[in-house]
């Protein structure tokens, strides 16, 4: 990827949650290259980073992580996608944020996330009660911690 040697994340589609779905959103996410060049270790940090700017210090900050359940794109050299991700993830335990990550078409994600939320969503029509029991357990363990913390759900 030019300008970085070992590879990036592209987030081409921002949308605030307070604003409403546009058209041209909705066209940037159609886009075939809306999700390329997807380092998950590399997002997951970017999002963690980016939170911090949202709320004052000390305030609870949350990630929600979408996942085929297999790391992939760019990492820095002689790392592989998988190591990546595990290093950012473990730099990231003590930090004051909750990462929850929705393992989609049933991929569990708890190889990953295993320290963090996690949960498994086969059906699009199951989706919020596969989802809820494992957040809320991850929301409480967050909402009552201190910086240092570690969330399993199972």
């Not at 999700?35 to 963690?48: I, L, P």
């Not at 990546?84 to 990231?92: F, G, Q």
Request: aromatic content about 8%; some cysteine; proline content about 4%.
């Amino acid at each position: 990827v030019e300008g970085y040697p070992n590879g990036a994340t592209y987030i081409n589609v921002r949308k605030s949650a307070q604003t409403a779905l546009t058209t041209q959103v909705k066209r940037q996410v159609a886009t075939p290259f809306a999700g390329s060049q997807n380092s998950d270790g590399y997002a997951v940090k970017w999002a963690a980073r980016r939170t911090k700017q949202f709320g004052k210090d000390g305030a609870k900050r949350l990630v929600f992580i979408i996942s085929d359940g297999a790391p992939a794109g760019p990492a820095p050299e002689g790392m592989g996608a998988g190591e990546h991700l595990k290093m950012v993830l473990r730099d990231l335990e003590d930090d004051d944020v909750l990462l929850f990550s929705v393992g989609i078409c049933g991929m569990n994600t708890s190889r990953w996330y295993g320290n963090h939320g996690h949960a498994s969503v086969a059906d699009v029509n199951t989706l919020a009660s596969d989802i809820i029991t494992p957040f809320k357990v991850a929301m409480k363990r967050l909402m009552k911690s201190g910086k240092k913390r570690r969330v399993v759900t199972e």
